[in-house]
């Protein structure tokens, strides 16, 4: 299947049609558990000398079509799909690193990441440095003797920053420490960070990839090309006592990090997902492809339309000549920069939030990635409780509108919009 091209793989990948009695579409297991053949085939399933399904909260037959084919699209050699995206970012955290350990990471982040690095992960002993991430140098300057891993969000939200992956996971192989790539808001569909050095890929599966708002996932994505045994993840080579004294790196090789994120993190931390939503993403992900590449264009002609409106003070869209990012664009996500754009408009906070309050067909809601357009005001919403040096950091000032652009007739969308801003007298 890894020879087939995206969208096949986006179809096929991971689903043995003989294996699940023939069936066309991917079969939904909605069951916890699977019946031994007797209490040696336990045991082999235990030590992992037998492959084949424990519990669900390790392992499903729906949720592993979702890992294989997500493994295949990433170009990853395995993934572990978990409850949410947040899941999939703290079972990755919590299996990668202990107390002492440090992380540095871009500062252009989902509020939910920030929050995880800048409050939860400290309450553990594990610290975070956030960096301006628009030059890599400044990830080489934030590195610790205790830094054990760098981070970044391959299209930053809400600041549609395109970073330079490749640069950075140099500074990440340099320090011997594993990079982490968000490919959340772009999706594999648009660019395959894994290909610019990512180690690992992690997704909120709930946004581009379901589709359709219908079901939280998340999902982790190893590249299987990171060398645990370097000196500087000793939980990797030595015993491990939470489980009977395996050593990964020795037992799993490449697969040392993926196959402790599922057999301790999932079973530990139990962020395991529901095989029901998993079986809902994996109606999305069939689309995904099409989908992307028609939110893409959709979006690059709004962002166009936009920096012709008297109202508009300021369009932000990778795709447009006239973004900061748009050489980095053309480089990382020549077949499209996604759904999201934000603009400014004249009068400020007042008028965003009335533009926002009166759209008919982009709804007003706290999501992103869905194949209906959405629209907020983050500085009367989602990000009020920041104070006015947070959200400059963040890149949400009091003007600022997000869109995510869907599916609908582009003429529709401006129509929308026009009526939104005939409300405000600016
Ligand atoms: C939404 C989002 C997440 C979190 O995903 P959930 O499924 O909501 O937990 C993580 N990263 C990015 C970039 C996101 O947009």
Do not use: C
């Not at 994120?261 to 079973?267: F, K, N, Q, S, V």
């Not at 508009?312 to 973004?323: D, R």
Request: hydrophobic share 40%.
């Amino acid at each position: 299947m890894s020879d087939s091209k995206f969208a096949t793989n986006a179809l096929h990948a991971g689903h043995d049609v003989k294996a699940h009695g023939g069936t066309r579409a991917v079969p939904l297991y909605q069951n916890t558990s699977y019946v031994f053949e007797d209490s040696d085939h336990a045991a082999n399933l235990f030590n992992l000398s037998q492959p084949g399904f424990i519990y669900t909260r390790l392992n499903n037959p729906t949720n592993d079509v979702l890992e294989q084919r997500m493994a295949a699209l990433e170009g990853g050699i395995a993934s572990v799909a978990t409850a949410s995206g947040m899941a999939a970012l703290s079972t990755t955290f919590l299996t990668l690193l202990k107390s002492g350990d440090h992380i540095v990471t871009s500062n252009s982040l989902y509020g939910g990441t920030y929050n995880l690095f800048g409050v939860t992960l400290p309450r553990l002993g594990i610290t975070t440095t956030f960096v301006d991430p628009s030059d890599p140098a400044n990830f080489e300057k934030a590195l610790q003797d205790n830094t054990r891993a760098v981070f970044v969000e391959s299209l930053g939200n809400p600041k549609l920053d395109v970073l330079d992956l490749k640069a950075i996971s140099e500074v990440a192989k340099k320090a011997k420490v594993p990079f982490i790539v968000d490919n959340t808001v772009a999706t594999p569909a648009l660019i395959n960070p894994i290909e610019h050095g990512a180690n690992i890929v992690i997704h909120a599966l709930t946004k581009y990839i379901n589709g359709n708002g219908t079901a939280l996932g998340g999902a982790i994505v190893d590249a299987g090309t990171f060398d645990y045994s370097n000196g500087n993840f000793p939980e990797f080579t030595e015993p491990s006592p939470g489980y009977h004294g395996l050593v990964y790196h020795e037992a799993l090789g490449p697969a040392a990090f993926i196959a402790k994120a599922r057999i301790e993190g999932l079973r530990d931390l139990g962020a395991a997902p529901s095989p029901f939503n998993i079986w809902q993403i994996i109606q999305g992900l069939e689309t995904l492809e099409v989908r992307m590449k028609h939110i893409s264009e959709n979006a690059l002609a709004l962002a166009e339309w936009l920096q012709g409106r008297d109202v508009v003070t300021w369009v932000n869209y990778p795709g447009l000549k006239s973004s900061r990012y748009y050489d980095l664009g053309q480089k990382y996500l020549p077949k499209g920069q996604s759904g999201l754009i934000t603009f400014g408009v004249k009068g400020g906070f007042e008028s965003a939030k009335k533009i926002a309050d009166h759209t008919k067909l982009f709804s007003l809601l706290a999501n992103i990635g869905d194949t209906k357009s959405l629209i907020i005001h983050p500085a009367s919403t989602t990000h009020q409780q920041l104070d006015d040096e947070a959200q400059e950091s963040t890149g949400v000032t009091k003007d600022l509108i997000r869109l995510s652009v869907g599916l609908e007739d582009i003429d529709d969308l401006k129509a929308d919009l026009e009526n939104a801003f005939a409300t405000i007298d600016a």
